[in-house]
């Protein structure tokens, strides 16, 4: 499976964007999907993941304030972010049971 990664951009610090990846192929099956963060200088972080069928986990840094949505219908999974801060820039991975990764989007938020 492949996974391509979009939605990233330059927003403000209190406002929103909803990240997007898509899969090649089917991810019905896939246990794990989700989202890590790498910040400049940092190391990349988990940010939230869901598993079958939909339990989700969210870092406590991000917790009522990002939603992961999984679509299996669609081979998507989204990334939900509201009430962004400037810590919350980074790039962006969405990662398939943490073994496949995508190329990143770039997400900064200004303060």
């Known amino acids: 499976v492949q996974l391509q990664a979009s939605g990233g951009g330059l927003v403000q610090a209190g406002g929103s964007l909803t990240l997007s990846c898509v899969a090649s192929e089917s991810i019905a099956d896939t246990l794990l999907m989700g989202w890590y963060r790498q910040a400049p200088g940092k190391q990349r972080e988990l940010v939230a993941h869901v598993t079958i069928p939909t339990s989700t986990y969210y870092a406590p840094s991000v917790r009522g304030r990002f939603t992961v949505i999984r679509r299996n219908a669609e081979n998507k999974v989204y990334l939900e972010m509201h009430s962004l801060k400037f810590e919350d820039t980074g790039v962006y991975y969405c990662?398939?049971?943490?073994?496949?990764w995508g190329q990143g989007t770039l997400v900064t938020v200004s303060s």
């Open positions: 990662t398939a049971n943490q073994r496949v």
